[in-house]
């Protein structure tokens, strides 16, 4: 991808430290990056569908609307750019419902968020 414009990721988790750590992580990882914090599923879509986020950073386990529900309402919606969704859980992948072929998610991360992780994905999504 080309940065010729500024970067915008969406963290998505209802735990207010995850929240924090994936925006700490990111900002040292691209300091120009616009990072959204949504704490759930319906503020996910509403940040989405206004800032149109160049990658997603979606936990699960969300208070209204499951993380799988977002990312299926996200593909729906997708016009034209399709925005990498990168699940993180807790839980191993099969446990949380990622299935690589469903075309829904595009990668996955475990927690706890380990610098590394996210290193690993935002060049893979963004930077290369």
């Known amino acids: 991808?080309?940065?010729?414009?500024q970067i915008k990721i969406l963290t998505v988790d209802?735990?207010?430290?995850?929240?924090f750590l994936i925006s700490t992580i990111v900002k040292?990882?691209?300091?120009d990056a616009i990072v959204y914090e949504a704490?759930?599923?319906?503020?996910?879509l509403e940040y989405y569908k206004q800032n149109a986020p160049d990658l997603l950073f979606l936990d699960l386990k969300l208070p209204d609307i499951h993380g799988l529900e977002v990312a299926k309402i996200i593909r729906a919606t997708?016009?034209?750019?399709?925005?990498?969704i990168v699940v993180v859980s807790a839980?191993?992948?099969?446990?949380?419902?990622?299935?690589?072929?469903s075309n829904l998610i595009?990668?996955?991360v475990d927690k706890p968020i380990k610098y590394d992780s996210l290193?690993?994905?935002?060049?893979?999504?963004?930077l290369d």
Request: include cysteine.
């Open 14 to 19: 209802d735990n207010p430290v995850n929240l």
């Open 78 to 84: 997708d016009s034209g750019k399709r925005t990498p």
């Open 1 to 5: 991808m080309e940065l010729e414009e």
């Open 106 to 108: 595009d990668d996955f």
């Open 39 to 44: 704490k759930n599923g319906a503020e996910a």
């Open 119 to 126: 290193k690993a994905i935002i060049d893979k999504f963004i």
């Open 28 to 31: 040292k990882i691209c300091p």
């Open 91 to 101: 839980n191993n992948a099969e446990e949380s419902g990622y299935d690589a072929s």
